[in-house]
């Protein structure tokens, strides 16, 4: 399944919000639970990802509610509703429906405007 | 505290053999699957494949078949990942992930270990 991501970099005001987007090949949504397996990791500068969503809408343990997932099937969205100065990163969204190939998108480069 | 600690940066001869190791700590070694991930020099990611500790069982992504072996060794709550005929683009850090929560969904990682590749 591949996984391609838009835009590929992004500026946005502190304060502002941000939006990314995530699109699959085929459909990530699995009729016998209702489920999208979409995941949305956070990468810092010399560190390993973080997730922050999976099953493309539920935030991980400590996440902060600015972030939030959104979409079914192919089209997926990650939202910072309001973009804090930590946020700069570059983000991830991963299928995991074709367990166990698991593949990623190249990544949303975020910065601040 | 759950951790994940790998082994130190290698620099290897094109062709040869690099050996990475990762040490779990903080939850039993055999619950969960033990995953590689690979993230070239400004590049994005790329799962590699994984390992059940509980059994040895493997699973490599198609593209590095042949050439990556994975293990567990549950005396030592530790996994390794061997990747051998070493060539320029391999040249990344390689990361163990784990997924204690869903299948698939990576909620631990390790600190990452840089591979470079040159003559």
């Known amino acids: 399944i591949v996984m391609t991501q838009s835009p590929d970099s992004l500026d946005v005001s502190l304060g502002e919000r941000a939006t990314i987007n995530c699109k699959s090949s085929?459909?990530?949504?699995?009729?016998?639970?209702?489920?999208?397996?979409l995941a949305w990791y956070q990468q810092k500068p010399g560190q390993p990802p973080k997730l922050l969503i999976y099953w493309a809408s539920t935030r991980d343990s400590g996440v902060p509610d600015r972030f939030s997932g959104s979409g079914s099937g192919t089209n997926f969205t990650l939202t910072i509703s309001s973009l804090q100065a930590e946020d700069v990163a570059v983000y991830y969204c991963q299928q995991y429906y074709s367990s166990p190939m698991y593949t990623f998108g190249r990544g949303t480069k975020l910065g601040i405007k | 505290e759950v951790q994940m600690v790998q082994s130190g940066a290698e620099v290897k001869m094109p062709g040869s053999t690099v050996t990475i190791s990762c040490k779990v700590s903080?939850?039993?070694?055999?619950?969960?699957?033990l995953h590689w991930v690979q993230q070239a020099p400004g590049k994005g990611l790329e799962w590699l494949g994984l390992v059940d500790p509980a059994d040895g069982r493997t699973k490599y992504a198609e593209k590095f078949q042949g050439r990556v072996t994975m293990s567990a060794d549950k005396s030592r709550d530790t996994g390794s990942m061997e990747l051998r005929t070493l060539r320029s683009e391999d040249a990344a850090v390689y990361y163990c992930?784990?997924?204690?929560?869903?299948?698939?969904?990576?909620?631990?990682w390790g600190q990452g270990t840089m591979v470079a590749v040159s003559s």
């Open positions: 903080g939850y039993t070694f055999t619950d969960y699957h």
């Open positions: 992930a784990t997924e204690s929560t869903t299948p698939g969904v990576f909620d631990l």
């Open positions: 085929q459909s990530l949504l699995y009729s016998s639970n209702n489920k999208n397996f």
